[in-house]
């Protein structure tokens, strides 16, 4: 059998004739994929390696003493660079590396020859890539394995995956899948498989001219299009000057999107059925400092991405212990599983046609590493967490596992946690409520989720509660609550509430077997198990319905209903709308009344009491206004000031003359009365109809005036004089000459009563208009006679006082 060296020299044979033979030497251009800012002075103020470090989380693996010891990271380029020594010796001595040394941790391989000239470009692209590497993995051993030119590139890659002990392989060039037949790409792409057959993780630059790639059309670069290489893409990175992550961009230059020679290789999401470059990003348009040709410069583009990715490689690989851990798989996989834990995602930017979109995007792939968090991930890393409490019993629930505490389970780095936890009792009065978690989770949330990133122990604490009964609550549910050992309560309760057509009215709280406290809250403190009664009087809830009734029409009603917080009950009145409701005491009586006005109209409710229920039907009775005109014996116009009338379906008393009815329904005038006086002064009902109600309405009402006097045609003043009509009578005194008048009263026989002094006279069957009565009241006749003695001693009196005064001037 022939050695695996052996194999590789004969592909290495046969994929020199095809390449001659397809004329690949001259018909491809390879591009190299990078940009120098030149320095003006002799140091670099872009972004210096601890920066990146820093940015992208390397640290953290470092001081876990992961540096890259063990590994082989293979650069492959052509043409190499003349003052490659010197350089890194520079670059080294700057950042503080461990040197550089020729045939130790740089092993430069030259299988196919020099050569015998050197462009510029390669010339950095070496210095770089080595930089590049070394500044991230300082301790990885570095295979620079330079092609005399171009053409022999491919043949490099081929000769250091089957002769040199590399886990990595680094590509900073390519070109546009356009520039090769379908055989060409086909024959070359092999070389890649048999990298991954043999786990050597490759990383090539994904280009750095945009979706277009310098053409005119849409097309990605190979070989970051092959399904068996990692393609890393480009982003602008902004950080503090230490370092700190602060944001990226896709960068403008990224190379991406469709390849139109491979099919997706199964990791890839379900966007699109080819191949879709890139796969990751890094950094790749802010420039990074580089000591190359003897000068400091600032660099950029996805030449520096793909040995940046080739360099965490290199550090996954020593984690893992193994080889070619990072894989297209791999990466595809750890963002499936745990997302942003392992990769910045990139929201914003394009690269000309496509955009970054915060998942896989055609700009930036999957996003840019947290270097940390994405080698525990791809390196499967496990993680032991404990569980525990100071209360014997308690269970967790670990993603939906129960176990009872104490216990411990392993898990995997970023794996998402769902936790949550209690005590279980039989006694029903009493139980244990969560406060915390402690520990490796500090949360007062006893249903919580977190990611692991590390090992560590979890404590959850519990306290004492007591159950507090709470009966008819709302007047018929119950209710269990648990409160703190020690705990001031307060509960309260609304003073009504109503269900099921049905109102509750709150007399008071009873606590325990206590009297019943005529209040809306009780404060106690819990120290046991207890009862609280909420004790409640029950009525009902009236629904009322209005028709023929305008809307925003209302309704007066009178109703009986319980007083909270007493035994007792009141009558109140409110005023309530169509589908209203209010609360009252079963089988008491409501009345209802009232009006409405719109547009001319007068909808009225007939006054009514009804026995309180369910439901109470209100009709309202649509009418128009009716202008009475009245007239007296005498012809004159009369104005009433209380008018009666009926109809079929309403009943009304008006205060003046007009009065309000059913639209062209008949009425009837039933009574009308003067100065509220209580004398109906319409001796028959009058019917009216809508037809003949403004005629001449006669009333027959006169005035009647009465005198009183005693003999000699003296007044008395001051007697009480009634008018009696029927069953009706209305009562006046006289003035100062005996008379008193009775205007609007019915102009038919009357009777009047006359009370004076003590003595009393009635007199029946009268008719006249004036009436003189003299009568002669002992009591009214002493008064006469007592006064006019005091007036003739008063006389003399005065007479006597000048009779002296005469006699005494004399």
Request: aromatic fraction near 12%.
């Amino acid at each position: 059998m022939c050695s695996i060296a052996m194999r590789g020299y004969l592909f290495l044979l046969l994929l020199a004739a095809v390449v001659l033979s397809s004329g690949i030497s001259h018909g491809v251009q390879i591009s190299l994929n990078l940009h120098e800012v030149p320095m003006q002075i002799g140091y670099c103020s872009d972004l210096s390696p601890s920066q990146i470090q820093n940015a992208y989380g390397f640290n953290y693996l470092y001081n876990s003493g992961i540096n890259g010891y063990g590994q082989s990271v293979a650069i492959i380029v052509a043409q190499g660079d003349p003052t490659l020594n010197s350089d890194l010796a520079t670059f080294d001595s700057q950042y503080g590396l461990p040197p550089m040394v020729n045939g130790s941790n740089l092993i430069i391989s030259t299988p196919f020859g020099g050569s015998s000239f050197n462009s510029m470009n390669w010339t950095i692209e070496t210095a770089l890539d080595i930089e590049v590497v070394h500044s991230l993995a300082s301790q990885a051993r570095i295979y620079l394995v330079i092609a005399p030119n171009d053409s022999w590139l491919f043949n490099a890659v081929n000769y250091t995956i089957y002769n040199l002990p590399v886990q990595t392989i680094s590509i900073s060039w390519g070109a546009s899948e356009q520039d090769y037949s379908n055989q060409q790409i086909q024959f070359i792409n092999d070389i890649f498989d048999a990298a991954a057959t043999k786990h050597i993780s490759v990383f090539a630059a994904s280009g750095d001219n945009g979706a277009y790639n310098g053409l005119s059309t849409l097309n990605v670069n190979f070989p970051a299009s092959s399904q068996y290489v990692i393609g890393v893409g480009g982003t602008s990175l902004s950080t503090t000057s230490s370092g700190g992550y602060i944001s990226e961009t896709a960068w403008s230059g990224s190379g991406g999107g469709y390849s139109q020679m491979f099919q997706k290789p199964s990791p890839q999401p379900n966007i699109s059925s080819y191949r879709m470059v890139p796969d990751v990003a890094f950094n790749a348009g802010t420039p990074i400092c580089a000591y190359v040709n003897s000068a400091w410069g600032g660099y950029y583009g996805t030449s520096v991405a793909a040995p940046s990715w080739s360099a965490i490689s290199a550090l996954v690989d020593q984690k893992a212990d193994g080889s070619g851990v990072v894989s297209i798989k791999s990466l595809y996989d750890a963002y499936y599983s745990v997302g942003s834990i392992s990769f910045n995602p990139i929201t914003s930017g394009n690269n000309g046609y496509y955009y970054a979109n915060g998942g896989y995007n055609l700009v930036t792939g999957l996003g840019t590493p947290k270097v940390y968090a994405l080698a525990q991930v791809l390196t499967k890393a496990s993680y032991n967490i404990s569980f525990s409490s100071l209360e014997s019993g308690v269970v967790f629930e670990v993603n939906g596992l129960n176990r009872t505490a104490p216990f411990s389970m392993n898990f995997s780095y970023g794996e998402k946690v769902s936790i949550s936890s209690y005590l279980p009792s039989n006694n029903k009065s009493i139980r244990y409520a969560f406060t915390s978690y402690s520990g490796y989770l500090n949360s007062t949330n006893n249903t919580s989720q977190f990611f692991v990133n590390g090992s560590g122990s979890i404590n959850a604490a519990f306290k004492l509660q007591f159950a507090v009964r709470e009966i008819n609550i709302n007047g018929s549910e119950n209710a269990t609550v648990f409160e703190d050992t020690g705990h001031n309560t307060i509960l309260s309760s609304p003073l009504r509430y109503s269900s099921g057509g049905k109102s509750y009215s709150l007399v008071g709280i009873r606590v325990g077997n206590g009297v019943i406290s005529h209040t809306d809250f009780v404060d106690f403190t819990v120290e046991s198990p207890m009862e609280v009664e909420f004790v409640w009087l029950i009525g009902d809830i009236v629904n009322f319905t209005f028709l023929g009734a305008p809307s925003g029409a209302t309704a007066t009603v009178r109703y009986t209903d319980y007083v909270p917080l007493t035994n007792g009950t009141s009558t109140y009145t409110s005023t309530v709308d169509n589908r209203g409701e209010i609360s009252s005491v079963t089988g008491s009586l409501l009345s209802y009344s009232g009006q409405y006005y719109l547009s001319g109209y007068r909808y009225f409710i007939q006054p009514a009491t009804v026995e309180s229920s369910n439901n109470v039907v209100i009709n309202f009775v649509k009418e128009k206004s009716y202008d009475l005109n009245f007239a007296a014996a005498d012809n004159s116009s009369v104005y009433p000031t209380l008018v009666y009338v009926t109809s079929r379906s309403a009943n009304g008393t008006f205060n003046n003359s007009t009065v309000w009815a059913p639209i062209n329904e008949d009425f009837t005038l039933r009574e009308v009365f003067f100065d509220n006086n209580g004398l109906n002064v319409l001796k028959n009902p009058i019917q009216l109809s809508p037809s003949n109600y403004s005629g001449i309405i006669p009333l027959g009402i006169s005035t009647v005036s009465v005198s009183v006097k005693i003999y000699l045609g003296i007044p008395i003043i001051g007697a009480k004089v009634e008018f009696i009509y029927g069953n009706t009578s209305i009562s006046n005194s006289t003035g100062a000459t005996g008379t008193v008048t009775f205007k609007n009263v019915p102009d038919s026989d009357y009777g009047i009563t006359i009370g004076a002094y003590g003595s009393g006279y009635a007199y029946q069957g009268l008719s006249g208009s004036s009436e003189s009565f003299e009568i002669n009241p002992f009591m009214y006749q002493l008064y006469i006679i007592v006064a006019t003695i005091a007036l003739v001693i008063l006389v003399f009196s005065l007479w006597e006082v000048r009779h002296r005064r005469k006699r005494s001037r004399l």
